[in-house]
């Protein structure tokens, strides 16, 4: 698919996802994928990926979901822009 949206990252995202990064070489990978995903298709309106929409989360705050391997990733869509939030280890994540 073509890339029709733009990923920007919040700076909350920068300040803990970065030093993260720099120690797991696989995550880093899995945000490249992550990315490319994002770029194409955040509605997941291919039905391909494991993208939620979030149930009493309101714009703003993260309300899709995308699972790759067992990281998660918390974004919103403002209408060609895909603004990341949070990518946490699914142990992480539901503590």
């Not at 990252?9 to 996802?17: A, G, L, P, R, V």
């Not at 391997?69 to 822009?81: E, P, W």
């Not at 895909?82 to 503590?95: E, G």
């Amino acid at each position: 698919m073509p890339k029709n949206y733009k990923v920007f990252f919040t700076s909350y995202f920068e300040k803990y996802t970065k030093p993260y990064l720099k120690k797991n070489k696989m995550a880093v990978k899995l945000l490249a994928r992550a990315n490319e995903i994002l770029e194409s298709d955040p509605y997941n309106l291919t039905k391909k990926h494991n993208i939620k929409k979030l149930h009493g989360i309101k714009s703003g705050e993260g309300e899709f979901r995308l699972r790759v391997n067992n990281f998660r990733l918390r974004y919103d869509i403002f209408k060609k822009d895909v603004i990341l939030y949070s990518f946490r280890n699914r142990k992480d994540v539901y503590k």
